[in-house]
T-cell receptor, first 113, second 113 residues
Framework: DAMVIQNPRYQVTQFGKPVTLSCSQT?????MYWYQQKSSQAPKLLFH???????NEADTPDNFQSRRPNTSFCFLDIRSPGLGDAAMYLC????????????FGPGTRLTVL | AQSVTQLDSHVSVSEGTPVLLRCNYS??????LFWYVQHPNKGLQLLLK??????LVKGINGFEAEFKKSETSFHLTKPSAHMSDAAEYFC???????????FGSGTQLTVLP
């Protein structure tokens, strides 16, 4: 089945230790998104790629970066995680056929010790 | 600018009774509206979507929503709640031509036995 895959599902890191979260898709969608979702809150868009074009939300901290080496993969890099970065990180994709639906992965829960 | 307001942060119903989750939207033009569901520690799953076709939209798992322009509402309903419906529900609107999602604050649905 075509899908959005996130690895790992659970990630534990130490304060200040860089961490990378992975997202892959078999949908061949042009657009990929990264969201941050803190406990009991709605997802918050961090950035997205339209093909190779990177679009950063204005309030996304510099501590968060992203890479998209090809259509299938997108990575979220947190350079120096703080305790406030503990959250669920959701990856989503969207095609460009006119349907605005976004397809979400299962998320990676990040714990910062 | 487009936005959505979910009127209840928590809704509690008994199994077998109707479910009503309320959402009001604000949009300068005809919006695209979605309802997503999120079970604990899972990603978001699309329940249903309105894209200016039929005003009564049927989704998965027996849910439906009615787009009412005069009331600027897009409430989610289900005739009979099941225990497996317990989850967080998000009303979402497409944000302008950028096709980004703007999430409501979410409604936590509890289903009592």
């Amino acid at each position: 089945d075509a899908m959005v895959i996130q690895n790992p599902r659970y990630q534990v890191t130490q304060f200040g230790k860089p961490v990378t979260l992975s997202c892959s898709q078999t949908l061949n969608h042009n657009v990929m998104y990264w969201y941050q979702q803190k406990s009991s809150q709605a997802p918050k868009l961090l950035f997205h790629y339209y093909d190779k074009d990177f679009n950063n939300e204005a309030d996304t901290p510099d501590n968060f970066q992203s890479r998209r080496p090809n259509t299938s993969f997108c990575f979220l890099d947190i350079r120096s995680p703080g305790l406030g970065d503990a959250a669920m990180y959701l990856c989503a994709t969207r095609g460009t056929s006119g349907n605005n639906e976004q397809f979400f992965g299962p998320g990676t829960r990040l714990t910062v010790l | 600018a487009q936005s959505v307001t979910q009127l209840d942060s928590h809704v509690s119903v008994s199994e077998g009774t109707p479910v009503l989750l309320r959402c009001n939207y604000s949009s300068s033009y005809s919006p695209s509206l979605f309802w997503y569901v999120q079970h604990p520690n899972k990603g978001l799953q699309l329940l249903l979507k309105y894209t200016s076709a039929a005003t009564l939209v049927k989704g998965i798992n027996g849910f439906e929503a009615e787009f009412k322009k005069s009331e600027t509402s897009f409430h989610l309903t289900k005739p009979s709640a099941h225990m497996s419906d317990a989850a967080e529900y998000f009303c979402v609107v497409i944000r302008s031509s950028a096709r980004q999602l703007t999430f409501g604050s979410g409604t936590q649905l509890t289903v009592l036995p």
